[in-house]
């Protein structure tokens, strides 16, 4: 099993649409987790991080099932800024290495 | 706002040849990364580096791959001998003690012909 699996997508939504992505993780002894955001050929940049009681920010909704080692990822009201790379990212020990996933491509058309 | 930055944003280089990639972390940071990631695959964790030593180094980190920290200031990577699947994005990160979030530089693009 990988260690952060994403569906590749691609997820072609027009604007305003509302999108969920899901990852799964594979060391139950894990310990953050984050969504990055990836646009092409740039810099992967922390979109948000992700708390065992879910957080909001603004548009977007994280969530986090522990015994189902699930993370998920909701945007709602999708602009066409949106397009980009989403990545599901774990963190499993003390030194902060960062465990990555494939990543789940979106498009947002008009 | 404080960044991360990196030196050369593109590197060409021949197979064979040694390369040094440079990171500027932010400046009251203490924990350093580097991150490869090829063209369409995953982003992979290659080192990471506190209190001047490597804490902890990926498969993929063989003895061709070397980091220093000779200034204070700037994170090197080093390839001593490049082979045509080094090439790639070579990411670099840092982190704040006592904190989590990773900040990204810009990368260099890696073409090893």
């Known amino acids: 099993r990988k260690e952060v699996e994403q569906d590749p997508g691609p997820f072609n939504v027009p604007e305003g649409a509302t999108v969920a992505f899901n990852c799964t993780y594979s060391?139950?002894?894990?310990?953050?987790f984050f969504w990055y955001r990836q646009d092409c050929r740039k810099e992967p940049k922390l979109l948000m991080s992700v708390y065992s009681s879910g957080n909001e920010d603004g548009r977007f909704t994280a969530q986090l099932n522990r015994a189902s080692q699930y993370i998920s990822l909701l945007i709602r009201d999708s602009k066409l800024s949106d397009s980009a790379t989403y990545l599901c990212v774990v963190n499993n020990g003390n030194n902060r290495k960062l465990i990555w996933g494939l990543g789940t491509s979106l498009a947002v058309n008009p | 706002e404080p960044e991360v930055t990196q030196t050369p944003s593109h590197q060409v280089t021949q197979m064979g040849q040694e390369v040094i990639l440079r990171c500027v972390p932010i400046s009251n940071h203490l924990y350093f990364y580097w991150y490869r990631q090829i063209l369409g695959q995953k982003v992979e964790f290659l080192v990471s580096f506190y209190n001047n030593e490597i804490s902890e180094k990926s498969e993929i980190f063989d003895d061709q791959f070397s980091v220093e920290r000779p200034d204070g200031s700037n994170f090197t990577l080093k390839i001593r001998s490049t082979k045509l699947e080094d090439s790639a994005m070579y990411f670099c990160?840092?982190?704040?003690?006592?904190?989590?979030?990773?900040?990204f530089g810009p990368g260099t693009r890696l073409l090893v012909l």
């Open positions: 060391n139950s002894a894990s310990q953050s």
């Open positions: 990160a840092s982190v704040r003690d006592g904190q989590t979030t990773q900040y």
